[in-house]
């Protein structure tokens, strides 16, 4: 079936580093999404990608659509304490209906002010 | 515009007892999704419904879970009897339209520990 593999799974950064983090699936994808969870919380999402090559930003946060459309790509700049959670990359579940997800499992990112 | 609500929030339970979860979804969505998260993980699929009709329950454990969204608003998910491995969060999320991929709202989820 299909797989979504994150990395790294966790992150110790200093507050104002840039992030960057990875997501690759086993299989072509033609949407890739961005979702950060906080502790308590459901995912919101950040940034959704519709096409191979596709680079969107939302505020310091950026991510990329990649070519090959088996991996995305999202990268944090200038990071704040308030980055804090857990991002997870997301993809269409093609083995079920229109509109499911299959997620990753997470990159968590800590960052000390 | 409110968000997803569910309740409870955080819920303990023994094996083999019953336990059951709410949601209610932005109004005017048409579709609604339980997830489980367990602990590590990201969220999961149990079942999806567009207005009162089941779309994909593949893969909900249908000897122990159940679902309905009887009119086709708000949503109750059961599991009868649980088991120490279906602890986990259990979120649910709402979307306007059928299709797509994208813009689904998700509630706070609720931490279910089974013991």
């Known amino acids: 079936g299909q797989q979504l593999n994150q990395s790294p799974q966790s992150m110790f950064i200093q507050e104002g580093e840039d992030v960057s983090m990875n997501c690759t699936s086993s299989?072509?994808?033609?949407?890739w999404l961005w979702y950060k969870q906080e502790p308590g919380e459901g995912p919101v999402l950040l940034i959704a990608?519709?096409?191979?090559?596709e680079l969107t930003s939302n505020g310091r946060l950026t991510a990329q659509f990649g070519i090959t459309r088996k991996d995305s790509f999202l990268n944090i700049s200038a990071s704040i304490p308030s980055d804090v959670g857990i991002y997870f990359c997301?993809?269409?579940?093609?083995?079920?209906?229109?509109?499911?997800?299959?997620f990753g499992k997470g990159t968590k990112l800590s960052v000390k002010p | 515009e409110a968000g997803v609500a569910q309740s409870p929030r955080y819920k303990i339970i023994e094996k083999r007892q019953s336990v059951a979860f709410w949601c209610n979804p932005i109004?005017?969505?048409?579709?609604l999704y339980w997830y489980q998260q367990i602990l590590g993980q990201g969220p999961k699929l149990l079942i999806q419904?567009?207005?009162?009709?089941?779309?994909?329950d593949s893969q909900l454990p249908k000897d122990r879970f159940s679902a309905e969204r009887l009119k086709g608003v708000d949503s109750t998910l059961k599991i009868q009897p649980a088991k120490l491995e279906d602890s986990a969060v259990y979120l649910c999320?709402?979307?306007?339209?059928?299709?797509?991929?994208?813009?689904?709202?998700f509630g706070p989820g609720t931490r279910l520990t089974v013991l």
């Open positions: 419904f567009q207005n009162n009709g089941v779309v994909d």
């Open positions: 997301a993809g269409p579940n093609y083995g079920g209906s229109q509109g499911n997800l299959i």
């Open positions: 999320a709402s979307r306007l339209l059928a299709g797509g991929a994208d813009t689904q709202y």
């Open positions: 109004s005017g969505h048409a579709t």
């Open positions: 990608l519709y096409k191979a090559g």
């Open positions: 299989s072509i994808f033609n949407t």
